[in-house]
C-alpha cells in the first residue's frame, strides 16, 4: 500500500473531491513567539481506503500539534445575490474546517485527498536554528512514507499586540449547548476554556454581558439570560451586586484579556427598546425591563443613570475605569439619529471617561457627530480613510462579501489572512466580529448544532457566526480560519516590528513589492504564495538585521 503524500501551506484548503493543491511547501520560518502551521496532504490509489499510523519526529516534537482537518456541510457556503469571483466553491457540499483532536492513526482515503494540520508553538522557548520535521504515514502492510519539513526559528520575539481585538463569546450559547446552569462552576468553567482560546489566538477584548446582550435576538423574544449584574428593585430605587462582574473580570485577566466592552445598554436596530434585565423585586426575580420598554422612558432612563453611577464606582475601586468601553446599538442609520444621540447622551454623561464604539456604515451618519468612534464596515470604511479619520476600527460579517477579506467556509484562506496586512497600512485601532462562537440560528429561536449546521440554518455564508466548535468536557475545538486569521494578526505584529528597527516607509515597501496594485480595503493580491513571500521577505529582513547587530 503506497500512501502519496504531499506538504502544503496554511492556506490551502483541501477538498476531498478535488485535486489536491499543487506546490510543494518544504520550508518556512517563523519569530519565537508565533504560532506556524503547515499541512500534510495525504491519498492512495489503491481500490480501498485504509488507516495508518503516523508518527512525527522533530526536535521540536514538544512544541507541535497535530489536527486532522475535518469537513462539515454547506447549505449557503455565499449570498447567492451577493458576491464576487473570488471564492472557491458556489455550490452547497462539504468544506475543510475543524481541527479536530488527532490520535496518532489517520484515515488514508482511496481517491480523495485529506490533510492533517501540524501547528508548531514554540512560546519563545526554542532557540533560533532550522528545525526538521518528519512525518511518516505506515500502511497496514508496514510500508512507510515520509515527508519532511524544514521550519527556522528566527531569533526574534513579536512585539505585543497593539490592535485591539474582540470576537463575541455568547456564552448562552456554551450553557445551552453543553447543557449546564449559567452561572454554575460548570459554566465558568467551560467560559474560561473558550476565553483562554480566543485570547490564544489575538482576542485582548471580550464582550462582558452586564445585562444579557440584546444581540440577534427576535424582537419580542429572548435569549438564556447570562446577566452578571444583580439587580435590587425598591420602589424606582435600585442597587446593584458586582460579584458576578468581577469573577468575570478576574477570569478573563487571567486568561490574558484586559479589556471589557460592555454590552449595548439598548437594543440592535434603532435603540428603540431597553435591553432585558432581571431584578428581585420583593424577594421574587422577574424581568423588569425588555422589547416592551421604550428606551427614553423616565423608568428605564432612571435606572440607567443609577447603574452607570454605581458601575461606575465598582470600576473606579478596582481600577479598571480605564479598561472599559461602551455600545449604545448596533448600525444605526439616519432614521435612528435622535433615538441614538438621546441613549448615547445617558452613557456618555454618566461615563464620561470611557470610549463609546458602535458599528457603523454610514460616513453621513458619522458626520452628525452622534458616534465618536466608530466601528466601521471594511467595505465601507474609504471615506472614513480618505477623510483621515483618526483611530478607526473596522469589522465585517455576513454582508462583507464582495471585493474585501472575510473568512467564509467558501473562501480561500488568503482572504482571511490580508486583513492582516491591510489592518497595518492603513494603522487601523481595532477590529470586530460579532462571531467567536454563534451557535443559534438567526434571531436566536433556536440552538443549532455547528457540525451540521455552519449558516444558522440558510441565514448566512457559512462560518460567519463562528470559528470554533463544541468540544468534549467543555473545551473548544478550533477551526482552520481561526488559526489562519490569528496568523494575519502575527503578520501585523511582524511589519510592527520591522517599522520600529527601519521605518514606516520601508515596511509597506517591502511589504507591497510585487502586487499587481497598492493594497486596499477593496483591493488584496488574490494569491497565497503572495502572503507567504511578504513574511518571507519581513523575516529575511529582520534576520539581516539580527545578524546586523
Not at 515520509?146 to 526559528?153: A, H, P, Y
Not at 431597553?274 to 423616565?298: H, L, Q
Request: hydrophobic letters at 40%.
Amino acid at each position: 500500500m503506497s500512501t502519496k503524500l504531499r506538504l502544503l501551506s496554511s492556506l490551502e484548503k483541501v477538498f476531498p473531491e478535488e485535486t489536491c493543491p499543487g506546490g510543494g511547501l518544504p520550508c518556512g520560518s517563523m519569530l519565537r513567539n508565533e504560532i506556524y502551521s503547515f499541512q500534510v496532504a495525504c491519498t492512495t490509489d489503491k481500490s480501498l481506503g485504509y488507516t495508518a499510523d503516523v508518527t512525527v519526529e522533530s526536535p521540536l516534537r514538544e512544541y507541535l500539534t497535530v489536527y486532522a482537518v475535518e469537513n462539515v456541510p454547506s447549505m449557503m457556503p455565499l449570498d447567492p445575490h451577493f458576491h464576487d469571483e473570488d471564492y472557491l466553491k458556489t455550490n452547497p457540499g462539504l468544506f475543510p474546517d475543524v481541527l479536530s483532536a488527532f490520535s496518532g492513526h489517520a484515515y488514508v482515503a482511496a481517491g480523495y485527498w485529506r490533510s492533517l494540520w501540524i501547528a508548531a508553538d514554540p512560546h519563545g522557548q526554542a532557540a533560533a536554528g532550522v528545525y526538521p520535521i518528519r512525518i511518516t504515514f505506515e500502511s497496514p502492510d508496514g510500508r512507510k512514507d515520509s515527508v519532511e519539513f524544514r521550519l527556522e526559528i528566527i531569533g526574534q520575539d513579536l512585539p505585543k499586540q497593539k490592535l485591539i481585538v474582540t470576537e463575541w463569546i455568547h456564552t448562552d450559547c456554551l450553557a445551552n449547548t453543553y447543557k449546564v446552569p449559567v452561572f454554575s462552576e460548570t459554566y465558568w468553567k467551560i467560559t474560561e476554556a473558550y476565553l483562554a482560546a480566543a485570547a490564544k489566538y489575538g482576542m485582548n477584548m471580550v464582550l462582558t454581558p452586564v445585562f444579557t446582550p440584546p444581540l440577534d435576538t427576535k424582537i419580542g423574544g429572548e435569549r438564556t439570560t447570562v446577566q452578571l449584574v444583580d439587580v435590587k428593585k425598591s420602589g424606582a430605587a435600585y442597587t446593584f451586586g458586582f460579584s458576578r462582574l468581577a469573577r468575570w473580570m478576574d477570569m478573563a485577566e487571567r486568561c490574558g484579556i484586559g479589556r471589557f466592552e460592555i454590552s449595548h445598554l439598548f437594543t440592535q436596530w434603532g435603540a428603540k427598546s431597553a435591553p432585558k434585565i432581571i431584578a428581585s423585586v420583593d424577594g421574587e426575580s422577574r424581568r423588569i425591563f425588555g422589547w416592551e420598554t421604550d428606551a427614553s422612558s423616565e423608568a428605564y432612563v432612571s435606572f440607567l443613570r443609577q447603574f452607570l453611577r454605581s458601575l461606575r464606582g465598582f470600576l473606579t475601586a478596582r481600577g479598571a475605569l480605564g479598561k472599559c468601553w461602551f455600545h449604545v446599538s448596533d448600525e444605526p442609520k439616519e432614521e435612528h439619529l435622535a433615538d441614538y444621540r438621546r441613549a448615547r447622551e445617558i452613557i456618555s454623561s454618566e461615563m464620561p471617561d470611557c470610549p463609546i464604539i458602535d458599528a457603523l456604515s454610514s460616513y453621513a451618519f458619522y458626520e452628525t457627530g452622534a458616534v465618536k468612534k466608530p466601528i466601521v464596515s471594511s467595505d465601507h470604511i474609504g471615506p472614513f480613510l480618505d477623510h483621515g479619520v483618526k483611530n478607526l476600527w473596522t469589522y465585517y460579517c455576513c454582508n462583507q462579501g464582495v471585493g474585501v477579506s472575510n473568512r467564509f467556509l467558501a473562501m480561500p484562506s488568503y482572504r482571511n489572512r490580508v486583513l492582516g496586512l491591510q489592518l497595518y497600512k492603513f494603522d487601523i485601532e481595532g477590529f470586530l466580529h460579532w462571531g467567536f462562537n454563534f451557535w443559534n440560528n438567526a434571531l436566536s429561536e433556536r440552538l443549532i448544532n455547528p457540525y451540521c449546521v455552519t449558516d444558522g440554518l440558510c441565514s448566512w455564508p457559512s462560518g460567519d457566526p463562528f470559528v470554533v466548535y463544541p468540544g468534549e468536557g467543555g473545551s473548544p475545538v478550533p477551526s482552520l480560519r481561526l488559526l489562519v486569521f490569528n496568523e494575519g494578526l502575527q503578520d501585523l505584529r511582524a511589519l510592527r516590528l520591522l517599522e520600529s528597527l527601519t521605518s514606516r516607509e520601508e515596511t509597506l515597501r517591502l511589504m507591497e513589492d510585487g502586487f499587481a496594485e497598492p493594497l486596499r480595503f477593496d483591493r488584496y493580491p488574490k494569491s497565497a504564495w503572495a502572503l507567504l513571500s511578504v513574511r518571507r521577505r519581513v523575516n529575511q529582513r529582520l534576520k539581516e538585521l539580527l545578524i546586523g547587530k
